[in-house]
T-cell receptor
C-alpha cells in the first residue's frame, strides 16, 4: 500500500548507544523531513532533504545524522543517544509545494 | 523557536457546537496549513491557505487568514466526537526553503458527547 512508514514504532535504549530510526515512503516524493515532538514545543524540524543526496539542517540538528541514498528512504541516526533526545519522532514527505504526509511516529525512550 | 502560536491551548465543547482555534505567526509566509493529530498517530493535513487568500472552506472546516495581523483561524462547524484531536497550524516561509514548515504548539480539542 502507498504511504509512509516508520520503524520501529517504539524503542528503548541507553545513553551513549547509537540508534537509527527508519522512514520509507512509496510516493516518490522529492522532499522528506524529520521532526521531533515534545510537550510544550510542538513539532520541531531536525533535518530535511530536497532529493536523494541533498540534506539540510532544520531547527534542532545537533546530535543527529541523516542520509538519503535513495529517494524513498530517509533514516535518522542518533550517534550517541542522550536523555534529552527522548521524544516522539515523526517522518514526513511532500511532493514540492504540497502538504506534508506524516508517518505514525517512533516513540524513543533513552534511559 | 515557534513561528505559530495557537490559542487556546485546550478547548472543550459539546458535540454539535462550533469550535474556533486561532493561530498567530511572526514572519511573512507563502502559505499557512492546518493539521490534525489523533492520539498516538501522525499529523494529517486538513487545509492549506495561500498568502493571497483570505478564506477557504473544506467540508465543515473554514479557515481565514489575515496577513496584516499575521493570524489565522480554523472553524469546525457542527462538531462531532471524532473531531477530538490536537490541531496545529504550520507556516511555510517565502523563497528558498519554503518547503519547510514551522509548527505551532497546538490546540487540544475535546468534543463532549
Amino acid at each position: 500500500d502507498a504511504g509512509i512508514t516508520q520503524s520501529p514504532r517504539y524503542k528503548i535504549t541507553e545513553t551513549g548507544r547509537q540508534v537509527t530510526l527508519m522512514c520509507h515512503q512509496t510516493w516518490s516524493h522529492s522532499y522528506m523531513f524529520w521532526y521531533r515532538q515534545d510537550l510544550g514545543h510542538g513539532l520541531r524540524l531536525i533535518y530535511y532533504s530536497a532529493a536523494a543526496d541533498i540534506t539540510d539542517k532544520g531547527e534542532v540538528p545537533d546530535g543527529y545524522v541523516v542520509s538519503r541514498s535513495k529517494t524513498e528512504n530517509f533514516p535518522l541516526t542518533l550517534e550517541s543517544a542522550t536523555r534529552s533526545q527522548t521524544s516522539v519522532y515523526f517522518c514526513a514527505s511532500s511532493g514540492g509545494n504540497q502538504p506534508q504526509h506524516f508517518g505514525d511516529g517512533t516513540r524513543l525512550s533513552i534511559l | 523557536s515557534q513561528q505559530g502560536e495557537e490559542d487556546p491551548q485546550a478547548l472543550s465543547i459539546q458535540e454539535g457546537e462550533n469550535a474556533t482555534m486561532n493561530c498567530s505567526y511572526k514572519t511573512s509566509i507563502n502559505n499557512l496549513q492546518w493539521y490534525r493529530q489523533n492520539s498516538g498517530r501522525g499529523l494529517v493535513h486538513l487545509i492549506l491557505i495561500r498568502s493571497n487568500e483570505r478564506e477557504k472552506h473544506s467540508g465543515r472546516l473554514r479557515v481565514t487568514l489575515d496577513t496584516s495581523k499575521k493570524s489565522s483561524s480554523l472553524l469546525i462547524t457542527a462538531s462531532r466526537a471524532a473531531d477530538t484531536a490536537s490541531y496545529f497550524c504550520a507556516t511555510a516561509g517565502i523563497g528558498v526553503g519554503n518547503e519547510k514548515l514551522t509548527f505551532g504548539t497546538g490546540t487540544r480539542l475535546t468534543i463532549i458527547p
